[in-house]
């Protein structure tokens, strides 16, 4: 399925929370709202990082659209309820973070 094929169940929202990619078809039916992207700190267009560079141009295609973007720049986002991170850096840290609270 495209997001052509839903274009019409997109309209009549005045706000989105996003954490992926980008929703020009969004902006099109609904430009007068907002729309909340989760980025991530360090995010940067011209990062040396290439989730920071993917992260950084879709904050600037999202500021460039017809609608009120706002960005959110977490520094960590921690799993709760059981479920482990996959890296084995981050599980340190989040072993570490939780010992301190």
């Given at each position: 399925?495209?997001?052509?094929?839903?274009?019409?169940?997109?309209?009549?929202?005045?706000?989105?929370?996003?954490?992926?990619?980008?929703?020009?078809?969004?902006?099109?039916?609904?430009?007068?709202?907002?729309?909340?992207?989760?980025?991530?700190?360090?995010?940067n267009?011209?990062?040396?990082q290439?989730?920071?560079?993917?992260?950084?141009?879709?904050?600037?295609?999202?500021?460039?659209?017809?609608?009120?973007?706002y960005?959110?720049?977490?520094?960590?986002?921690q799993?709760?309820?059981?479920?482990?991170?996959?890296?084995?850096?981050?599980?340190?840290?989040?072993?570490?973070?939780?010992?301190?609270?």
């Amino acid at each position: 399925m495209l997001l052509d094929d839903v274009t019409d169940q997109l309209t009549g929202y005045d706000a989105c929370f996003f954490c992926l990619g980008i929703a020009r078809l969004l902006a099109t039916a609904n430009p007068g709202s907002v729309f909340i992207y989760v980025s991530g700190a360090g995010s940067n267009a011209d990062g040396r990082q290439m989730w920071a560079r993917v992260k950084g141009e879709t904050e600037n295609d999202l500021l460039a659209l017809p609608f009120d973007a706002y960005m959110f720049r977490p520094g960590i986002i921690q799993p709760l309820h059981g479920i482990r991170s996959k890296t084995p850096l981050y599980r340190s840290i989040y072993t570490v973070a939780v010992a301190a609270d």
